[in-house]
Nanobody, 127 residues
């Protein structure tokens, strides 16, 4: 059974940092992982993705502030969130797909391109 479990959300002041983790289980080899976020009243947007070979992709809004990484031995991905802004507030979801997802183009296609989802973890950034 495929499962994605996020952890690490919380509340911080603007300029602060958080680290999110997502543990995957039940997958075969060579699956791609990503992070999406959704603010109230807005569509779910792709934030970053990392493939099993370490290739990464980021949304323009987070480039230079967020870093995605992955430990294949642990089947876990991480998202380091630095220089957080109130606009980063939202529910952050871990996602996975067997497609090659670590490209800006694939991220921009939207949440429908990812087939497996975690339950989400809340990130709140106060001004």
């Amino acid at each position: 059974q495929v499962r994605l479990v996020e952890s690490g959300g919380g509340s911080v002041q603007a300029g602060g940092s958080l680290r999110l983790s997502c543990a995957a289980s039940g997958f075969g080899s060579s699956f791609c992982m990503g992070w999406f976020r959704q603010a109230p009243g807005k569509t779910r947007e792709g934030v970053a993705a990392v493939d099993s070979d370490g290739s990464t992709a980021y949304a323009d809004s987070v480039k230079g502030r967020f870093t995605i990484s992955r430990d294949n031995a642990k089947n876990t991905e991480y998202l380091q969130l630095n220089s957080l802004e109130p606009e980063d507030t939202g529910m952050y979801y871990c996602a996975a797909t067997y497609a090659l997802c670590a490209s800006t183009d694939y991220l921009q296609r939207g949440a429908g391109e990812f087939h497996y989802w975690g339950q989400g973890t809340q990130v709140t950034v106060a001004s």
